[in-house]
């Protein structure tokens, strides 16, 4: 079982609040990553990072930061929400196995409405 | 670039029934090959992985996959579907050296009595 949280699992705000979805893993991974996921939509890459100090935007646009101080924290936030930004947010972590091989593990998602 | 396409958002099978989800990929180069599942209310888990050695992969739950280069495919059967294994299924693949697995679409899974 992944060791692996994400807090709050739902959240609904209204529209220009600033927000911080929280990831926290206890795995020691040094990859994390955020994925966006719309139902019947592929997964999108929004941000990751090899490891403390690290972070890149993925392939999906996105007006969120993230930040990455520990090894176990990859908060995310948005500055101010929109209802674009309605979706599940998905955060995962992976060990490097050999490029391209890892296996990632995911948070059990925040479901995000922004009214 | 590399692609993933799952036919066939939803599946519907009978309890005891072959389960069958197809998966297309493109790759440029050699791909790893995975298959995830998630069901409601959490996060995705490995079922499985390709990662060039036996074209055919076992995994959790009585699944397995096979490699199929000639036609770009990396389908996923079970031979007899169980009621637990209602869920969405998403195929995988990312490269060889490359940090960024690109996911499919997903395929619902039901499973009816």
């Known amino acids: 079982e992944a060791d692996i949280y994400q807090t709050p699992r739902y959240l609904v705000i209204g529209t220009g609040k600033k927000i911080t979805l929280e990831c926290s893993q206890t795995?020691?991974?040094?990859?994390m990553y955020w994925y966006q996921q719309d139902p019947g939509m592929e997964l999108h890459l929004i941000h990751y990072s090899y490891g403390v100090n690290s972070t890149e935007k993925g392939d999906l646009s996105s007006e969120s930061t993230v930040s990455r101080i520990r090894t176990e924290h990859f908060p995310l936030t948005l500055e101010s929400a929109r209802p674009s930004h309605t979706s599940q947010y998905l955060c995962?972590?992976?060990?490097?196995?050999?490029?391209?091989?890892?296996?990632?593990?995911f948070g059990p998602g925040t479901r995000l409405t922004v009214l | 670039a590399q692609s993933v396409t799952q036919l066939g958002s939803h599946v519907s099978v009978s309890e005891g029934a072959l389960v069958l989800l197809r998966c297309n990929y493109s790759?440029?180069?050699?791909?790893?090959l995975f298959w995830y599942v998630q069901y409601p209310n959490q996060g995705l888990q490995l079922l499985l992985k390709y990662t060039s050695a036996a074209t055919l992969v076992k995994g959790i739950n009585g699944f397995e996959a096979e490699f199929k280069k000639s036609e770009t495919s990396f389908h996923l059967t079970k031979p007899s579907a169980h009621m637990s294994d209602a869920a969405e299924y998403f195929c995988?693949?990312?490269?060889?050296?490359?940090?960024?697995?690109?996911f499919g679409a997903g395929t619902r899974l039901f499973v009816k009595a």
């Open positions: 995988a693949v990312s490269e060889s050296g490359g940090f960024k697995t690109i």
């Open positions: 790759s440029s180069v050699p791909p790893y």
């Open positions: 795995m020691g991974h040094d990859k």
């Open positions: 995962a972590s992976s060990n490097p196995s050999g490029g391209g091989t890892d296996t990632q593990y």
